[in-house]
């Protein structure tokens, strides 16, 4: 079974320019997570999808990041103006139908530097 | 709001040594309690997890048991190896929504 995919891997922008990130969930998986990991600290959640419909965006910062989920499959996460703040580690992750099953399985992450 | 408080690191033991990181939680309702490993250069994998009081996770040697009366899941291994230095971090999740995570414990292993 294919895991979580995301690009890219690795992306260096300049402050105040845009950047997007994409994720493709493992096939089946209603529910797609991304978390910012800032060096040294643990992930925290941006955005949770089910299907095609956000469940929480509560810590999203939504002056400067979006995100969408088109068709409930594939997700694009859109940083714009980047701030030095945003340099961090994006995980994107998948599971099943959120009360049915609790294991997110974790793409390996697009690193973000913002110089 | 919920939270989950790990030891700090980096813990550095020889091999075979006994391996014990502290986890605690707060938390309203009935979390889920899991252990994730990030090894150097990979994603997040899911290293064990409980779900309700008293339940034990264990894989590849490491266990925790969920103690809901000291709301602790403090994460064990008899015999360490090389192979096992990682960034630890525990976490946990309410009704399969968003994971809340630790700030991550190193571990060094020396042979």
């Known amino acids: 079974e294919a895991g979580v995919a995301q690009s890219p891997r690795y992306k260096i922008i300049e402050k105040r320019q845009s950047v997007a990130f994409w994720c493709n969930p493992i096939?089946?998986?209603?529910?797609l997570y991304w978390y910012q990991q800032i060096l040294g600290q643990g992930p925290k959640l941006l955005i949770q999808?089910?299907?095609?419909?956000?469940?929480?965006d509560s810590q999203l910062p939504k002056d400067r990041f979006s995100a969408e989920r088109l068709k409930g499959v594939d997700s694009t996460l859109k940083i714009q103006p980047a701030k030095l703040e945003d340099s961090a580690v994006y995980l994107c992750?998948?599971?099943?139908?959120?009360?049915?099953?609790?294991?997110?399985?974790f793409g390996p992450g697009t690193r973000l530097t913002v110089t | 709001g919920d939270s989950v408080t790990q030891m700090e690191g980096p813990v550095t033991l020889s091999e075979e040594a006994f391996l014990t990181i502290n986890c605690t939680y707060t938390?309203?309702?009935?979390?889920?309690l899991f252990w994730y490993v990030q090894y150097p250069g990979e994603g997040l994998q899911l290293l064990l997890k409980?779900?309700?009081?008293?339940d034990k996770g264990s894989n590849k040697g490491f266990e925790a048991t969920y103690r809901k009366e000291t709301t602790s899941f403090h994460l064990e291994k008899g015999s360490v190896q090389v192979s096992d230095s990682a960034v630890y971090f525990c976490a946990l999740s309410k009704y399969g929504n968003k994971l809340v995570f630790g700030a991550g414990t190193i571990l060094r292993v020396k042979s």
């Open positions: 096939s089946g998986h209603a529910t």
């Open positions: 992750a998948s599971s099943g139908l959120a009360g049915v099953s609790y294991e997110q399985y």
């Open positions: 999808f089910q299907n095609n419909g956000v469940v929480d």
């Open positions: 409980a779900t309700k009081a008293d």
């Open positions: 938390a309203t309702g009935y979390p889920s």
